[in-house]
């Protein structure tokens, strides 16, 4: 099996659905956004503060470097790695590339209560979030193989409905 790549927009659910997925597939998790962290030994937040966006992009397609010559895992990435078009084509030459995609008002709804958010600090509005998504789609889009909604669904309707599209992207039905 290849690896999966779940992308999409912050509080779409990639890290619950990895968690999900592990579980049914077996197959390791790889929580980009805490290895970043791990190696950076300092918070998102601050990785932007001190070093900018850009270095923070830099570190993430470094880290889908190692990713892609390893073994397959189940792969949550950053809201933002398919802004950069080298992190698409490794993450298209070694797996499938699944877009997780949530209404801005239940993405808003998710992640209220967080301070870990570096692009929605000071902005934590259904609106923004909107213009933000606006901004990414056309990126979510490209990268993405599959799109599954999370849109008030469970964890345990949304991991069958990826394992579904996933055997029939295998078998060509």
Do not use: W
Request: proline share 4%.
């Amino acid at each position: 099996m290849r690896s999966i790549y779940l992308i999409g927009f912050m509080g779409t659910g990639k890290s619950t659905t990895a968690s999900a997925l592990s579980a049914r597939t077996g197959m390791p998790v790889i929580e980009m956004d805490e290895e970043i962290v791990r190696r950076k030994g300092m918070p998102i937040t601050e990785i932007f503060a001190s070093e900018g966006e850009a270095s923070f992009r830099q570190t993430e397609t470094a880290l889908l470097r190692e990713i892609a010559e390893g073994a397959p895992a189940i792969v949550s990435c950053g809201g933002g790695a398919v802004t950069v078009p080298e992190n698409v084509r490794l993450m298209k030459e070694s797996g499938t590339v699944v877009l997780l995609t949530a209404s801005p008002e239940e993405i808003l709804a998710r992640v209220r209560g967080s301070d870990e958010r570096p692009l929605l600090n000071g902005h934590m509005d259904a609106d923004y979030i909107r213009g933000m998504l606006q901004k990414r789609e056309r990126f979510y889009l490209e990268a993405a193989d599959m799109t599954v909604s999370t849109d008030g669904k469970e964890t345990g309707r949304i991991v069958p409905e990826i394992l579904r599209q996933l055997e029939q992207t295998t078998t060509g039905n």
